[in-house]
């Protein structure tokens, strides 16, 4: 194992608040790192589910910042409220302003203020917002006091940005405001083998679940299309449904909370392939029944039935192996 290795199994976070044992998760932590201390405007873009809020309070995290970092579901703002949310009110500025409002942006001065879900900004929105970027200044309503924003902005998305502004959807020049520093956040899929990693993180929040390591395995070649948030429900859910403390491929399997890839045998058979062994039929053979009998403490009866063989098969390879 190299030294390289060695401390990425040693260490797995990666940054605040993410663990990794993945090359393209450290890289990417690397390049994090360097981007965090500046209060340059960075655009994350990854899958549902991959954590980008998390990501984002790892570059708050590391900058070092005074101020807090606040959140804003871009998809959830009511066009009414826009500016009154974002940019804060005076009293008596509108119907039911009984009292002067901090807006997001004075909330966030110091800080980080983190777009969310930035593609889903209606156009006529992203007018408003480029103009504060712009004079880094934004006024309260009923107000002509110019405040002068001084936090960083991170934004994030599941979309192509780009394609959001072929289509006339997103302003480019906000686009451009917003992406300074472009980071893709790699799916789940990207990162299989972290699953193990992150499947033992989880379990955590109730120590008296254990995952075998076929279990892990099996977790490995399922399908995750919600990603890390997928993952972390599914661990949830079977800490309440399990009967036993100690799962194994085969009661994950029966409580049917994931699906496995189609073509898990023939991913599991290239994985093989690639391994730096001579003959591996032989290795792999022999592997799986001395696994199974240690899985099974020395029974070679529930070895067998683990491997889906005839005890005979099973004690014919250990003999084999012995010999």
Not at 252 to 264: K, M, N, S
């Amino acid at each position: 194992m190299s030294t390289y290795d060695r401390e990425l199994q040693e260490d797995p976070q990666v940054l605040p608040g993410i663990i990794s044992n993945d090359p393209v998760m450290h890289r990417l932590a690397v390049q994090i790192r360097k981007i965090a201390p500046s209060d340059r405007p960075v655009l994350l873009n990854g899958d549902t589910g991959t954590g980008k809020e998390l990501f984002a309070n790892a570059i708050h995290v590391l900058s070092n910042s005074t101020g807090s970092l606040i959140p804003v579901n871009c998809s959830a703002i009511p066009e009414s409220l826009f500016e009154s949310l974002l940019f804060g009110h005076e009293k008596g500025a509108f119907t039911g302003a009984d009292k002067r409002q901090h807006g997001f942006f004075a909330q966030a001065n110091g800080g980080t203020l983190f777009f969310d879900e930035v593609a889903e900004l209606p156009l006529i929105h992203q007018a408003k917002l480029l103009r504060v970027l712009e004079s880094k200044t934004f006024t309260r309503i009923g107000s002509e006091e110019q405040i002068p924003f001084t936090g960083r902005i991170i934004s994030a998305t599941h979309v192509n940005m780009k394609q959001r502004v072929k289509d006339k959807l997103f302003r480019e020049d906000l686009f451009y405001r917003f992406n300074l520093f472009e980071l893709a956040i790699p799916s789940l899929d990207e990162r299989k083998e972290d699953i193990p990693l992150l499947v033992n993180k989880f379990a955590q929040q109730d120590p008296a679940i254990i995952f075998s390591q076929c279990a892990l395995d099996f977790f490995k070649y399922s399908l995750w299309p919600g990603n890390i948030r997928q993952l972390k429900n599914t661990i949830d859910k079977i800490s309440v449904l399990a009967d036993s403390d100690y799962l194994s491929a085969d009661c994950i399997r029966a409580l049917a909370v994931c699906e496995q890839e189609q073509d898990f045998m023939g991913k599991l058979a290239r994985d093989i392939i690639g391994m730096p062994t001579g003959n591996k039929l032989k290795d792999i053979c022999d592997a799986l029944v001395q696994q199974a009998v240690a899985l099974s403490q020395g029974n070679k009866t529930e070895a067998a039935r683990l491997l889906g063989v005839h005890r005979k098969v099973v004690e014919r390879r250990l003999c084999q192996i012995r010999s």
